[in-house]
């Protein structure tokens, strides 16, 4: 087993032998993990007088893991040009032929190279944090407590293999450097926005939180690498010379994934049953343990968040909903429309979201629904109410709904794994454009149909059940 990694491990020497080699690559690397850091100590040593002057100093404190985690993103966001070149660039110098033609697997060689990528802007990083952190420790400014700056340089090392990941990938499908650049736009923005996230989570000091971001960084990054391996073909690579958007052989591609050889819409639906269904099972049953999971989850954040409630105040909601109603001419298709795009477009949320992570957070929509479902029945419980008067506000139209949503997050979760499964007879733009088509198979014939009847029955059916209840 170790004898199998030997290869990958002589291509990371190689590679990196080659980057020190570089000045025009070591400049800027050692500039930002030198003078970035004491930037970065000046910035936070300004910030805390500041604040001081005003009695805020929890203010500067949060600033100071916070202005951490930037001094390591920086280096790994702008060296990420390494990962980028790692065969498109060798493709373009005329470097990559050797390489490509010696007896390695094609994992190997994309690990190898994965490697290099990685481990420079990741020591880089740790080098201008530690430098950081000396000079706040010159300055006398109180260094961060042991458990949060483990958590930071944890969470810098999976961002920068996430980054890496993701580059690597883009670098083994692209056809030259200029178009790996323009697509590590799709990881520099994510990744910065997820910076963002996290800065709003130190300031409000769940630390905790943080964890779990860590977890899920670390399985989206197994993903990317396992996408990359099993879409990487040497050959492919060398006979690719440049990409031309073919939007007919897409559209074509799209209408017999979508079809599936049916005639008729009987034939349609019967792929979707008999074929959809079945392939589906399995993340189902998955999506189903995650909204249990949600509904205990978010009942346990009562305790920590909670809202006293009256039944006065259930017997109002009830009132002023009764007054909705009466407002409501018979048959008005507008209000159910409106519940219908609002379903629709949390779905399609749900989608760009599972598009973008390999299917892992399209989860997110469906979770934070069941966890406040948990959360407000537990209220009510925990105030005296039973928590059935809620679940008649909810479960006439739910029991279409939920099912509608686990179906649709369930084939996104499904068109993840397809991404990262190997494939040798198909590329990486044909595995995108059949997992769509399948997922909008799902969504037109199922999703769609169920959550229109769901709008329907929460519009003139679920207010006149709850009412009933609650009086």
């Known amino acids: 087993m170790i004898a199998a990694f030997r290869p990958a491990w002589v291509i990371m020497r ?4 080659d980057q020190l080699r570089d000045w025009r690559v070591i400049f800027p690397v050692l500039g930002l993990t030198v003078f970035f850091p004491f930037l970065m100590n000046f910035t936070a040593q300004q910030i805390l007088d500041f604040v001081r002057e005003y009695g805020a100093s929890i203010i500067g404190e949060r600033m100071v893991p916070f202005l951490l985690m930037i001094v390591g993103f920086f280096p790994i966001s702008v060296s990420l040009v390494i990962a980028l070149e790692t065969f498109v660039g060798e493709k373009e110098r005329g470097s990559i032929e050797p390489l490509l033609n010696s007896p390695l697997e094609d994992w190997q060689l994309y690990l190898g190279k994965l ?43 999976v961002q920068a293999l996430m980054m890496v990941a993701g580059a690597v990938v883009v670098s083994s499908q692209a056809t030259s450097v200029r178009s790996a650049n323009l697509l590590a736009s799709f990881i520099v923005i994510p990744s910065a926005l997820l910076i963002q996230g996290e ?24 993903l990317l690498t396992r996408v990359g391996v099993a879409h990487f073909q ?79 105040t259930v017997s109002h909601f009830a009132g002023r909903l009764q007054e909705m109603i009466n407002n409501w001419r018979v048959g008005d298709p507008l209000p ?22 390999l299917g892992i957070l399209s989860v997110l929509p469906l979770g934070l629904t069941m966890a406040v479902v948990g959360y ?19 479960l006439p139209h739910g029991i279409i709904e939920i099912p509608a949503m686990v179906l649709g997050t369930a084939s996104l979760l499904r068109a993840g794994a397809l991404m990262a ?29 169920l959550l229109l009847l769901a709008a329907f029955i929460e519009t003139w059916i679920t207010p006149r059940i709850a009412i009933f209840f609650v009086q």
């Open 199 to 222: 800065s709003v989570v130190m300031f409000w000091g769940s630390y905790d939180t943080l964890w779990w971001l860590v977890f899920g960084l670390i399985v989206l990054t197994v």
């Open 336 to 357: 159910v429309l409106a519940i219908l795009l609002q379903n629709t477009r949390t779905m399609l949320v749900a989608m760009l979201l599972g598009f973008l992570s």
């Open 376 to 394: 407000l029945m537990e209220l009510l419980r925990t105030n005296g109410l039973s928590p059935w008067v809620y679940l008649m506000f909810i």
């Open 14 to 17: 190689r590679e990196i032998r």
């Open 421 to 449: 499964t190997p494939g040798l007879q198909k590329t990486t733009g044909e595995v995108w454009i059949e997992t769509v088509a399948d997922w909008c198979r799902i969504m037109l014939g199922l999703v769609l149909p």
């Open 234 to 312: 040497r050959e492919e690579l060398l006979g690719r010379e440049i990409d031309v958007l073919n939007v007919r052989w897409a559209f074509k591609l799209f209408a017999v994934s979508f079809k599936r050889d049916a005639r008729n819409i009987k034939e349609w639906y019967g792929v979707i049953f008999k074929q959809d269904l079945y392939r589906l099972r399995f993340p189902i049953l998955a999506m189903l343990a995650l909204a249990l999971i949600s509904v205990w989850v978010g009942a346990e954040q009562v305790a920590r968040f909670a809202i006293p409630i009256e039944e006065t």
């Open 115 to 157: 490697l290099a990528a990685t481990l420079p802007p990741l020591l880089s990083s740790y080098i201008g944090m530690g430098v950081y952190l000396l000079g706040l420790a010159y300055d006398g400014v109180p260094l961060p407590p042991w458990d949060l700056l483990v958590l930071i340089f944890f969470l810098t090392m």
